[in-house]
C-alpha cells in the first residue's frame, strides 16, 4: 500500500486533528474490519470531570446519593496524592455511543482511546448478546434521567434521609436485583411514567389482597392445605420486595424497581470484562497498527503508544507486590490475539485442540466469539495451551479441612485442561456470588421471610450477611431469616430478630 | 460523522451535592477531626483544609458475599517453581488463601481507616457550624447606608439599559392592532371584494374594481403609516431602593501580654482570639473588630500586632477596660451597635486594681454590650480577677457576661464553642 503523510507529528491535539484520525480510525474500522458500531459522541473533559464521571461510576447523569460522594472524595484523594492515575477514557453503553477523552492526553493517547472506546467497546455493546438481551442503550439516558428527577421529587415530598435510607438498603441488595435467565422488558422513560402510576395503583391493591387480615370462616375449616408464598423460590430479591413487601410506600417500590432497572444494566459488564476489555484492546492494536503500514502515523506516535500499550497489558506475577488478580486487558488481548493466530497460523497442537477454527477466517471468527459468549464461556472455549504456557497459569485448591494449599494443575498436557476449567469458574458470577433466593414468607404466622443460602464448595458467608439483612428487613418491613444450606442441610442461620 | 464536544467548560463539581451528602452522613466523625486538628495546629494555618479518616468499617457498605472457608479453586499467574500435587504451607493467618480474586488485594495494604480531604471552606464551616453572636439585635432601621434594589414592576420612563424588550415589542404590537384595526378590516373585506370578481368584468364592475384598488391603497397607505415602534411603547424594568436594617456589631478582644503572661499562654490566648477572628470574618460580612493588648498601660492595635507581636510589662487590667470604655463613647455608640468583648488572661492583676476593674464593667461597659466572656488561661488556681468576675456573672449583668477557665490548647476549641453555641444565652 502507498504511504502516505503521516496526519500531525506532535503530542499536541486540536479539536480538527481528533476529527481527522476519528475519521481515518472509523475508516479502518468499519471498511477493513466491518466493526459495527453506534454514532460515537466524542466529549473531551477535564480531570475533575473525570473525577466526577469515575464517582458516578460511568453513568453521565445519577441520582444523587452519599455513596457517590464516598467515591468522589476518595478518588480525589488518590489522585491528588498521585497513588493513582486516572483512565484515560471513560465509555458509555449508549446510543450514541458516549465516550470521555481527558484533555490531559497527548494526540497518541486520544487517538489510541478513540480507536479502544469509540471502535472497540462500541462495537462491544452493540454486538455482544448480553448487551443485545439485557440492556437497551437507546433508552438508558432517557432513564437515567427520568431516575433522577422521581428521586429529586421524593427527597423534596418525603425528605433526604427517608430517601437516602430506602436507597441503602436497595444498594445492599443491588447484586441481587438482577433477573439471571429471563429477558427483560426493554426500559423507556417515557412509557415509564405512564406505568409508574398505574403500577402504585395496582401493587397497592394486590397487596392488600396478600395480607388480608380478617380470618375466612370457610377456608379456616380446611386449613391443612399450606400454599408456600413464593410458589418458587425468586433470585430477584429487589424484584420480590417491589412486588410483596406489604408495607412499603408506593415511591419506595418505585426506588427499588429504579435500582433494580440499574443493577440489570450493569449485569453484563460485570459478566465481560475479560472480553469486552481484551476486544476494545485487541481493536486499538490492530487498528492504529495499519494506519502506522499506510503511513498516517510517525515512529514517534507509534514508540509512546506502544508504551502505553504495555502498560495496559502487563500480567504481573502472583509473587509480585503488584498482583492484584488477573489483569482483564492483559488476558483478554492475549486470548483476541491468540484466536487470530490460531486461524492464520495454526500449530499442530492448535490442529487438535480447536479443529473447527484453526485456519478459519480470523475476522470472521473473532466477530462470532466477541458476539456469542461472555467471559466464563469465552474462557471455557477459547483459552489455548498457548496463552496458559504464556502466563503460566496454575491452578490451586483451597480446602479449609487441608492443612495445605494444593497445586491441581500447572501448564502442561496434563494441567491444560483443568486450569481452563477452574480459570472459567473464576469468571462465574454465580459461582463467584453466594447463591441466595427467597424461600418463604410466613403468610399466615409472623410475615416473616426467609432467604436460602445453597452453599458452593462449602464456602460460608461473610461477617457483613447479618447488616446486609437489617437493610431487606428495613425493605419487608418484618423480621427476615437466611438459612445457609450445605449439601441441603442448615448448617448456620443469621437472622434480625436476634 | 461523530460529534466531538467540548465539555470542559461545562460547569465543575458535578458532584458537589454527593460531596454534601457524604460529608453530612458523616459529619459527627468530621466535626471530632476538624476539633482535633483546631488542638494540634498552630494559628499561623488554621484556616486551610484538613484530612480526615473515618473507621472503614463505618462507611462500608454491606453485600452479600463469601466468607473465609469451604473449599475454594482458583487460577494465579506466573509459575516459577510448582509443578501438580505440590502442597504449598498457608501464609499466616490474616490474608487467608491468598489474593486470587483482587478483593482481597485491596485489604492487603491494611488500611482500616478511609480517608479523605476536606477543603479550607468545608473545614471552617465545621469549625463553626451553630455558632453566633448571643443577643445580636437589629439596630439603626433608618440607616440609610444599607440599600436593597428590588424589582418593582416597570415603568413608562427609565434609562435605555433598563430597556425591557419584551414589553416595549408587546405594547407596540397592541397599538398597531387598536390604531389600524378597523383600517384593516376594511382592507380585507375590499380584498375578498376584488378576487370575487371574475373576468370578463363588465363597465359597472369595472368601475368597482377601479374604486376597490383606488380605496386599497389609500388604507395600506395609511396603515403603514403606522409607526412599527413609538415613544410611547418604550417600557422599563422599574428597581426601587428598599433601606436594609442592617446589625451593626463591634467585637472587642482584650488580650493581656504581661510578663506574667508565659509565650504558651499567650498562645493559647492568641488562639482563642484567633478562633474569633476567623469565626466573625466568616459570619458577619459588617463588623468591627477592635484590638486592644495590655501590660500596665493599654493600646489599640492591628490585627497583625496582635496575633504575632511581643510585648511585656506589668499588669493592669482597667487599662484595657478604660481605653475600651473611651473607644465605645468615642466611635461605638451604644444605640447604634451591637457591642461585644472577649478578654483573655492568666488571671493576673495589679493588687487593687481588681476592684476598678469590677467597678468600670459593672457601671459602664457591662451595661452597653451584648455580650461579655472572659476566660482564664492557665494551670494555677483561679486567681483574684476570677473571684471578683464570678461576682459580677452572678449579680444583674448574669444574661451577658460569661467566663470559663481553659489549661491548655486542646480545650479551646470546645470552650470557644460552649461560649458561643447558638441557642445558649
Known sequence: MSRRKPISTGSDWTFELLEQYDQEIARIAKEKFKLDTYPNQIEVIRSDQMMDAYASVGMPVSYNHWTYGKKYVSTEKNYSRGRMGLAYEIVINSDPCIAYLMEENSMTMQALVIAHACYGHNSFFKGNYLFRTWTDAEAIIDYLVFAKNYIAECEERHGVDAVESTLDSCHALMNYGVDRYQRPVPISAEDEKVRQKEREHYIQTHLNDLWRTIPDTHKQIDEPKRVNFPEQPQENILYFVEKSAPHLEPWQREIVRIVRKMAQYFYPQRQTQVMNEGWATFWHYTILNEMYDEGLVTDAFMMEFLTSHTNVVAQPEFDSPYYSGINPYALGFAMMTDIRRICENPTDEDKRWFPEIAGADWLETLHHAMKNYRDESFVEQYLSPTVIRKFRFFALEDNEYKSTIDVTAIHDDEGYRRVREVLSQQYNLSANEPDIQVHSVDVRGDRSLTLRHHQHNGRPLNDETTEVLKHLRRLWGYDVRLESLKDDQRSWTFATND | ?425
Not at chain 2, 222 to 231: G, H, T, V
Not at chain 2, 238 to 259: E, N, R, W
Open chain 2, 1 to 425: 460523522m461523530p460529534y466531538i464536544i467540548d465539555r470542559r467548560l461545562n460547569s465543575k463539581n458535578k458532584n458537589t451535592v454527593n460531596r454534601q451528602r457524604f460529608l453530612r452522613r458523616y459529619r459527627k466523625q468530621i466535626k471530632k477531626s476538624v476539633s482535633e486538628a483546631i488542638g494540634r495546629r498552630s494559628i499561623t494555618d488554621m484556616d486551610r483544609g484538613e484530612d480526615v479518616s473515618i473507621p472503614k468499617d463505618d462507611v462500608n457498605e454491606p453485600v452479600f458475599g463469601h466468607g473465609q472457608g469451604g473449599e475454594r479453586n482458583f487460577v494465579l499467574s506466573g509459575n516459577k517453581e510448582f509443578s501438580k500435587g505440590d502442597k504449598i504451607q498457608r501464609p499466616p493467618q490474616s490474608e487467608g488463601g491468598g489474593s486470587g480474586e483482587g478483593e482481597a488485594s485491596d485489604s492487603g495494604e491494611g488500611d482500616d481507616e478511609f480517608v479523605f480531604q476536606i477543603s479550607q471552606e468545608e473545614f471552617l464551616e465545621f469549625m463553626f457550624e451553630d455558632l453566633a453572636l448571643p443577643n445580636m439585635v437589629k439596630r439603626q432601621l433608618a440607616d440609610s447606608s444599607e440599600f436593597k434594589m428590588v424589582r418593582a414592576g416597570y415603568s413608562e420612563a427609565g434609562s435605555p439599559s433598563q430597556l425591557n424588550v419584551v414589553r416595549s415589542l408587546k405594547s407596540a404590537h397592541a397599538r398597531k392592532i387598536a390604531l389600524g384595526g378597523k383600517n384593516r378590516r376594511r382592507r380585507k373585506e375590499l380584498r375578498l371584494e376584488l378576487e370575487a370578481l371574475i373576468e370578463p368584468l363588465s363597465d359597472k364592475q369595472e368601475i368597482r374594481k377601479a374604486e376597490i384598488v383606488a380605496e386599497i391603497e389609500v388604507l395600506s397607505r395609511k396603515l403603514n403609516a403606522i409607526p412599527y415602534i413609538d415613544e410611547f411603547d418604550l417600557k422599563y424594568n422599574l428597581t426601587v431602593k428598599l433601606p436594609q436594617p442592617s446589625p451593626k456589631a463591634v467585637m472587642f478582644c482584650l488580650m493581656d501580654v504581661s510578663g506574667s503572661m508565659t509565650e504558651d499562654i499567650k498562645d493559647t490566648a492568641k488562639r482563642f482570639f484567633f478562633l474569633l477572628y476567623l469565626f466573625l470574618k466568616r459570619n458577619y460580612e459588617k463588623i468591627d473588630l477592635v484590638f486592644i493588648r495590655h501590660h500596665n498601660t493599654a493600646s489599640e492595635v492591628n490585627e497583625h500586632d496582635f496575633f504575632y507581636s511581643r510585648e511585656t510589662g506589668g499588669t493592669v487590667v482597667s487599662s484595657a477596660l478604660t481605653l475600651m470604655d473611651e473607644i465605645i463613647t468615642d466611635r461605638y455608640p451604644p444605640s447604634q451597635w451591637n457591642i461585644y468583648a472577649a478578654q483573655a488572661s492568666d488571671g493576673d492583676n495589679w493588687q487593687g486594681d481588681t476592684e476598678q476593674c469590677v467597678e468600670l464593667l459593672n457601671e459602664k461597659i457591662l451595661p452597653c454590650v451584648q455580650h461579655y466572656s472572659y476566660i482564664e488561661i492557665g494551670k494555677r488556681p483561679p486567681q483574684e480577677l476570677w473571684y471578683s468576675y464570678k461576682e459580677i456573672q452572678s449579680g444583674i449583668f448574669s444574661d451577658r457576661f460569661d467566663l470559663k477557665a481553659v489549661q491548655d490548647n486542646s480545650q479551646i476549641y470546645p470552650v470557644f464553642r460552649q461560649l458561643f453555641e447558638r441557642g445558649v444565652k
